[in-house]
C-alpha cells in the first residue's frame, strides 16, 4: 500500500485568556491509499482541530502535512486551494450546505469551481444524489430536508470531485437511529471499494467499527 496522506508533529495550540490550550499535541499520523481511519474522542478533545489540519483548513503551529508528497504548508494559498478542491472531500461538523441552494446545486458547486462542465458537474451531482438515496429530492432546499437528509446530500457534494481523501467530522452525530444507519450504510460501501482513503472522527462506536484502524 502506498501513503496518501503524512502528518509529523502536529500541533495546534489556541490562546485564550488563561493560559493556551494545546487542541493538537504532537500527532503523526499515515493514511494508506484505499484505508478508513478512525478518531476517537470526547467532545473538546481535539477532534475537530485535528480534522481541519489534516485537511489544510487550518494550519499548524508545528509539524508537517504531506499530502501524496506534496508538503501542504509550504504550498502557496491557491495552489493549495486547488489541490484540496481536487483531491480531498469534506464533510464538516456544522452543516455547510448553502441555504439558497438546491440539493442538486450545492452537490454540483465544487465540481463547477473546480472549472468542470455544467453537464458533467450536474450529472455527477445527479448520479450521486441517487446513490445516496436523494435522487428524488433534488430540488429541495437545504431547510426542506431533514438532519441525515442534509447530510446525503453534504456526502454527494464531498464526493462530486472524487477525491483520494474523504474527511468527515462527525459524520452520524445528532441523527436518529434511522438515518444513522443510512449514513453508515454507504460509508461502508465507500470503504469496501476502496477507491478513496477516509479518515473521520467521531465519539461514536458504530462509524469507529467500520475503519481499518482507530
Ligand atoms: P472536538 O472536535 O473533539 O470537540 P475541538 O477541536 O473543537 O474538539 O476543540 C478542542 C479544544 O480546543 C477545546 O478545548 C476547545 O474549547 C478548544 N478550541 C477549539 N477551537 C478554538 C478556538 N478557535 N479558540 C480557542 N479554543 C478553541
Ligand atoms: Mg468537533
Given at each position: ?196 482513503a477516509i479518515f473521520a472522527v467521531t465519539h ?11
Open positions: 500500500m502506498s501513503v496518501i496522506l503524512s502528518a509529523r508533529n502536529l500541533s495546534r495550540i489556541y490562546p485564550a485568556r488563561r493560559g493556551s490550550i494545546t487542541a493538537v499535541d504532537l500527532v503523526s499520523l499515515d493514511i494508506q491509499v484505499g484505508e478508513f481511519v478512525a478518531v476517537c474522542g470526547r467532545s473538546g478533545s481535539g477532534k475537530s482541530t485535528l480534522m481541519a489540519i489534516l485537511g489544510a483548513l487550518a494550519r499548524p503551529d508545528h509539524g508537517t502535512l504531506r499530502l501524496e508528497g506534496t508538503d501542504l504548508l509550504q504550498l502557496p494559498h491557491r495552489k493549495l486551494a486547488n489541490l484540496r478542491s481536487h483531491r480531498m472531500g469534506f464533510m464538516l461538523q456544522t452543516n455547510s450546505l448553502l441555504p439558497g441552494l438546491t440539493a442538486l446545486d450545492n452537490a454540483a458547486l465544487p465540481g463547477l469551481l473546480a472549472g468542470k462542465s455544467h453537464h458533467h458537474a450536474y450529472s455527477r451531482a445527479q448520479k450521486l444524489l441517487t446513490r445516496l438515496g436523494m435522487g428524488e429530492r433534488w430540488d429541495a432546499f437545504p431547510h426542506e430536508l431533514s438532519g441525515g437528509q442534509q447530510r446525503r446530500v453534504s456526502l454527494a457534494r464531498a464526493l462530486q470531485n472524487e477525491p483520494a481523501l474523504l474527511l468527515l467530522d462527525e459524520p452520524t452525530s445528532n441523527l436518529d437511529p434511522l438515518a444513522e444507519e443510512e449514513i453508515l450504510k454507504v460509508l461502508q460501501e465507500l470503504r469496501d471499494e476502496r477507491k478513496l461514536g462506536d458504530q462509524l469507529a467499527s467500520l475503519a481499518d484502524r482507530v
